[in-house]
């Protein structure tokens, strides 16, 4: 019973009879028993096992005495100081004298002060026999687990919360449960259920006064958090992650101010965080002895792991931030010579956050003057230290504009490559201007760069000029490429409204946004839903924009129009049946004005259908090209056109005449329907023309070849 005996731990196999008192029974001398039992009462009251040892052997020859003995010895342990005795004694007696009416009597009288406010006493009293039972603790185990979910019981149901128990139904031995903020029926359990799912909580514990006095508690998180915390983590009596503390304090503070209460009630001293990405609080009784744990933890941790411990405990207490710098300079002078970047890390954090205690093992100022500076900045891994290095960088160094180039190829943070961007713009315009220029035609040498200048295009004055056709195929050549993967996310999101490459779409030729429009359904990088919103958006910009008209033929390679024809079948055969499923399955969930799932399906059949409708339209008009049959004596449908600068000393260019499905301008293949073939289809070898803009002369031509 958790109300029973001494101490809550179950009674112990029952103690030996005393020797004095054996004896005594063997040789059926009951006042020897008697005498010896109460000249041991006088002179050692609370050794209990000797009681209950001669009780036992008792019971089984003399119960009148054994009785008598016992209620005399009761007696003795009058007084709520001795109430645990009792209850030990009572137990112990019942394990081996069922029958004693006496020990029933004093349990069920402990289990009712344990539980005065029971609705339901008597009658679970009478439910589980207590007075008939041939195992009294067996029947007082099952009662008192009644009365733990008695009726007005208020409990804890992990994944359901906090509720209370509002009916008892013992002919078939179920309570129902109505937990907080649920509509609807009560949830019923069988009692053995209840005692395996559900925590009962006594008055005084957090979740109890939370479901009934919350505004006592809401108060507390007003005035004393420090005092909420306390409560809270006596009736957790665990450790808890940030997430656990808001749910347990959900309608205590308000989820609109959680973010700046927990902010500042986490500075309780008493508070102490973990380590690690998702640290768990305790509670100390006093701030000594929380801070005596943060620096234990903090002499165990390594050397990271240190560092975020400064930057959460930092101007806690004078002697917890002297022990943190003692700690990091002995970790940074051991790291000096193998580590740089972490002394350097531990320096800039020992300065800012610790008021520069212990820092004679090296200033930051000095490590940033050693020639390696720029990869010491590149191992600081704490944001704001990195930016504080770069920004010491200007400060000290007459090379800063040389460190400055070459760490913003490998600086990831938006903070330090705005600062460094600005520093050399007023420094040098033209030489960030080169460099800018640069990085957005090669964006493998500095992808983060590159993905923060696409951003900035649009913002920035200087930076406009580069939003135009070439930005375009450079972000699609970026997306292409697999060692750029951990930045296709950013990338896609610069074709959406207001992004530079959506910009840079409405400045478009008509030559160029139909090249564009040919690129993008071969292009991996971009979703379905985008191409799409990119495709209406194309044509309604460019009213004259069309790869064919309908009844107009077209040409493509066997492997454009065999891709095209798998693109067709799989729409067809899979996922238009797929997603008629689909609106089926979405249209059951009922109110179909409301129904998310329902309509986006519906779209989705809608964009297949016409996807499907397109192709098939073209792959009625297509005519594959046959290297065999193509004509070579002018440039035409599948030729390869070699160009010379007519001015002599130019740069030679090869261009392939295929079609719409084929063209990739950033390869120099165009479609034989874009303006700028028109130039070309029909000159012979030694004519000469113009093509965008600039004077060529045709030196040969050739059959295309695949790949």
């Not at 005065?116 to 589980?128: G, I, V």
């Not at 906090?162 to 903020?181: A, T």
């Not at 801070?291 to 390594?302: H, N």
């Not at 165009?670 to 029909?682: N, T």
Request: net charge negative; aromatic share 8%; with cysteine.
């Amino acid at each position: 019973m958790t109300c029973g005996p001494r101490s809550g731990k179950a009674a112990p196999p029952s103690p030996d009879v005393p020797a004095e008192i054996r004896a005594a029974l063997d040789a059926g001398d009951v006042e020897s028993v008697e005498n010896a039992f109460m000249e041991h009462l006088d002179q050692a009251p609370a050794d209990l096992d000797y009681f209950i040892g001669a009780l036992r052997g008792l019971a089984k020859k003399w119960t009148s005495l054994a009785g008598t003995l016992l209620d005399l010895f009761l007696e003795t342990q009058a007084g709520d100081d001795r109430a645990g005795d009792r209850q030990y004694i009572a137990q112990s007696c019942l394990r081996f004298w069922p029958e004693c009416a006496v020990a029933r009597s004093l349990l069920v009288q402990h289990l009712r002060s344990c539980y005065p406010h029971s609705a339901n006493f008597e009658a679970l009293l009478d439910h589980c026999k207590v007075a008939d039972a041939a195992d009294p603790l067996a029947a007082l185990g099952i009662f008192e687990g009644w009365l733990r979910y008695d009726e007005g019981t208020v409990v804890f149901m992990p994944g359901r919360g906090v509720g209370r128990v509002c009916d008892v139904n013992l002919q078939l031995e179920k309570i129902r449960v109505r937990f907080e903020g649920e509509k609807g029926k009560p949830m019923s359990f069988r009692i053995d259920e209840a005692v395996r799912l559900l925590e009962s909580l006594p008055e005084g514990h957090f979740l109890y006064e939370k479901h009934v006095r919350p505004e006592s508690l809401a108060a507390l998180a007003e005035n004393e958090p420090g005092e909420l915390f306390r409560r809270l983590f006596a009736s957790m009596d665990r450790a808890l992650t940030a997430t656990e503390i808001k749910e347990l304090l959900s309608g205590i503070v308000p989820p609109t101010k959680w973010s700046a209460w927990w902010s500042k009630s986490r500075q309780e001293p008493r508070l102490v965080a973990g380590t690690g990405s998702r640290p768990a609080f305790s509670w100390k009784e006093s701030a000594q002895a929380a801070d005596e744990q943060v620096a234990e933890q903090f002499r165990a941790a390594g050397p990271r792991e240190k560092l975020d411990m400064v930057r959460k405990y930092a101007g806690r207490s004078e002697e917890l931030s002297t022990t943190m710098a003692d700690e990091l300079g002995a970790t940074a002078r051991d790291a000096l010579g193998r580590r740089p970047g972490l002394a350097l890390e531990i320096a800039l954090a020992v300065e800012s956050r610790l008021a520069g205690r212990g820092t004679e093992f090296a200033s930051s100022v000095d490590l940033i003057g050693r020639t390696d500076a720029g990869s010491l900045i590149s191992d600081i891994q704490d944001r704001a230290l990195r930016r504080k290095a770069i920004t010491l960088v200007r400060e000290h160094r007459n090379d800063w504009r040389d460190v400055y180039r070459a760490h913003v190829r490998e600086e990831t943070d938006a903070q330090c490559l705005a600062y460094m961007y600005e520093a050399l713009r007023d420094d040098n315009p033209a030489d960030l201007e080169s460099l800018a220029k640069l990085v957005l035609t090669t964006p493998s040498t500095a992808p983060a760069f590159y993905v923060w200048l696409c951003r900035e295009l649009t913002r920035r004055e200087e930076l406009r000029r580069h939003v135009g056709f070439e930005l375009v195929q450079s972000v699609l050549g970026a997306l292409s490429d697999p060692a750029l993967k951990e930045f296709h996310p950013a990338l896609r999101k610069l074709f959406d409204p207001a992004g530079s490459v959506h910009v840079a779409l409405g400045r478009l030729t008509l030559d160029q946004a139909r090249d564009f429009l040919a690129r993008l359904d071969r292009g991996p990088g971009l979703e379905s839903f985008r191409r799409e919103e990119i495709r209406r958006d194309l044509h309604s910009t460019y009213p004259g924009l069309t790869e064919t008209s309908r009844d107009e033929a077209f040409y493509a390679t066997p492997g454009a129009v065999q891709a095209k024809r798998d693109e067709f079948e799989r729409i067809v055969k899979k996922d238009l049946p797929k997603n008629a499923r689909e609106i089926k399955k979405a249209k059951e969930f009922g109110d179909l004005s409301e129904n998310f799932e329902y309509h986006a399906a519906r779209a989705r059949q809608e964009l297949l259908s016409s996807q499907a409708k397109t192709l098939e339209d073209q792959l009625g008009r297509v005519r594959e090209i046959d290297a065999r049959a193509v004509d070579t004596s002018a440039a035409n449908v599948g030729t390869r056109v070699t160009l010379e600068p007519a001015p002599d000393g130019g740069e030679t260019i090869a261009i392939t005449i295929l079609g719409p499905w084929d063209s990739d301008p950033s390869r120099n293949i165009i479609s034989h329907l874009a303006p700028a073939a028109a130039d070309l289809l029909g000159a012979r070898v030694g004519d000469t023309l113009t093509y965008r803009d600039e004077q060529f002369r045709v030196t040969r031509i050739d059959v295309w070849t695949a790949g």
